[in-house]
């Protein structure tokens, strides 16, 4: 199943200079499985970072955005265990692992960002992680093993990476993500860091890192379920060239958005029990609010999703979904498209559409949901997956 | 599959005067099948309704809210196409049936209520429906065979009666309901007719309804989707005992209530592909609304619905699907409870709980999730069901 890109090909995901990986076997949910991951930032590294809007935020979380507000020297990443939904104790458990790795690394327990990945409400093997630390410190791994040792149901590693020429010099961007949704089903997380050796102003990070974040990981859903643990950081070392003015800040951004782009979609190809890669997107609309919620609608339909799995053009329920996203709409005027087939016009069925066409568009892996609303500009785009058995066969069997 | 309960005794439906009920096999998606019903009400029955919020509602939806400010003389239902997504064909098609259904009964055209139930965005086969209008009016079927011509993907007819005494003599109350998937009555619900001879007038019948709906069909749901063509109607033929003074309109309110709820749970029990019934009650919160808000983003998470399918206590899913559900929550005061196991206290898992227990819970085929906000005294309950492989099934393969 998935619907996954080839393997990242070790060679094409460049080293970030000022940013050391080191990966370990910490025994934390499973033995022989690489489950840890230390990352350190050299000096003067600017760091932003994004996190889960779920109110049960995991410790990690409440922990990274009061430590973001310190220069940033390491970042601590363990799969098996979310430490969410644990309470003061999991607050414990994660600020013994800070200070635990500050004290290794010779930096400050404030100056540490942990991230934890795994099932929710279980006790985090705080003992078992800790000793795991000084082998991730003195291992020097690559970014391929760095996105080994954060998936957990991931059946594949998630990582891109690219270079590019700004007027001081080339700097490279290379980012790594786990996750099958923005949801974690099984309770695990969407993670993603993305660093580049770029020197960037702090001030200016943050906000690159919110506009890239509404281009990527904020437009895909598996199964609308935000996880406990969603954590994204961008990460600029500052070892490399320096993007000061606004056209080197405009061409690392987009780089940037490169990279995260591909590591969201990564994450929907390989959602669970994904068979199709479905990009759903709403044109013409009045504000992109209102054709963000209809994309969303159409994504996350269950009847929807069985269709898309079936290759079934069923598609009135796609109406129906649309209908339902609290948009005060006229529905007289919505067309809606399954690649180049007009199904809808004007609110009802074309004349003209034969499924057939319909049904050679949807058997294949990959095809695109347009509707059309007809009474605006606004345009937003969601990239999600189908709704399979072994989304439930997953769910249903993890953890047990 | 499916958590029905055993199948409504034919004996226990009482007929409610003023009321006749006449079905039909008019082929309209399938032959030798019931899948047409005709209602008719004696002169001077008061009905009420209420409709799907869909903004795609379908044809027949439309022309009932416009009809409901005249008299009402008949009601007409099919199943196999909902005529929703058709457009202005679609309406034509509906009139047509409303005039035709006239002309034979001896009424007018806005005195006729139409319902359609079944896939969206197909034509509606007006003449095989038209030509079975006749055989339908000829019959004189009884309640439980009306319920069977409304069914869809539902397993069993849902249908409950009772009768109550009033100051001015005994009433019956009888209902039948439809529907197993894309249910999520959004201030209304799939369909549903309950019916009473009692002699209601009408500005006191569409309160009534209202009331009854929001403890009833407003609080069930399957897969979250709203139907196109959701519609609960209430008739009182008025051929019985008058409920006029307030102690008769509130014993009157609680027996359609009761009617009502039973056949919205029945409609849950029968959820596609349901193994399990699940009452999610939401306690202590500030207002009705947020425990509301609460337990609808229980009964809706996929991964909380594939857990209850696993009998698996993974149940920070359920802390998850709380945080997630828009409700600016202090998440240390949350107690979570698995019928009468302690799972989470304050936010965190109950150290002396044991997962043996909730397996123990979560095993039986009915049970309940309790989630205690301690913030306030509002409370709010949901009834839905898991998510398994064949509901799945169910939607990949409904229609194909």
């Known amino acids: 199943m998935a619907v996954n890109l080839p393997p990242p090909d070790p060679a094409a995901l460049h080293p970030v200079s000022g940013l050391e990986l ?72 994660a600020l013994r692992v800070c200070s635990e790795l500050a004290s290794l690394a010779g930096c400050k327990p404030g100056e540490v ?10 006790p985090l093997p705080v003992e078992r992680l800790v000793a795991g630390l000084p082998q991730a410190l003195a291992a020097q791994s690559d970014w391929l093993s760095a996105a080994e040792a954060i998936m957990t149901t991931d059946t594949v590693p998630k990582a891109f990476s690219t270079r590019i020429r700004i007027s001081t010099g080339e700097v490279t961007v290379t980012g790594i993500a786990k996750g099958a949704g923005m949801i974690r089903p099984n309770m695990a997380t969407m993670l993603g860091f993305v660093a580049t050796d770029a020197s960037v102003p702090k001030k200016d990070l943050q906000g690159m890192l919110s506009r890239v974040v509404d281009r990527s990981f904020n437009c895909v859903t598996v199964d609308g379920d935000t ?21 080197d800040l405009a061409l690392l951004e987009e780089a940037i958005a490169g990279v995260s782009g591909q590591l969201a979609q990564a994450i929907v190809r390989d959602g ?8 759903v997107r709403v044109e013409r609309g009045r ?22 799995f079936a290759s079934d053009p069923n598609l009135g329920r796609i109406l129906a979904a649309i209908g339902n996203a609290g948009v005060a709409l006229d529905t007289g005027k919505v067309d809606l498209y399954i690649d180049e087939v007009l199904v809808a016009k004007r609110g009802g069925r074309n004349p003209a559409y034969r499924e057939e066409a319909a049904i ?40 047990t």
Chains 1, 2 share one sequence.
């Open 360 to 399: 050679a568009a949807m058997k294949k892996p990959e095809f695109t949901v347009r509707a059309l609303l007809n009474r605006g500009k606004a345009e937003a785009t969601v990239w999600t997956c189908d709704f399979s058995f072994d989304y439930v066969k997953i769910n249903a069997e993890y953890r």
């Open 272 to 279: 669970e029990g994904a068979t199709k890669f479905v990009t």
């Open 227 to 247: 996880s406990t643990n969603d954590s994204f950081i961008l990460a600029a070392t500052g070892a490399g060239p320096s993007a000061r003015n606004r056209k």
């Open 22 to 93: 080191g990966v370990a076997m910490a025994g934390i949910k499973k033995a022989n499985r690489r489950d840890l991951l230390v990352m350190r930032l050299a000096p003067g590294s600017a760091v932003a970072g994004v996190f889960t809007r779920n109110r049960f935020c995991a410790a990690p979380v409440l922990i990274c955005r009061k430590n973001l507000r310190n220069t940033v020297r390491a970042l601590v990443v363990n799969t098996g265990n979310a430490n969410a939904g644990t309470g003061g104790d999991g607050m414990k458990r």
């Open 113 to 122: 960002l942990p991230f934890s990945t795994g099932v929710i409400m279980e």
């Open 287 to 308: 504000s992109d609010a209102e054709c963000r919620s209809i994309a969303y609608s159409i994504a996350h339909s269950p009847l929807v999703k069985t269709a898309f």
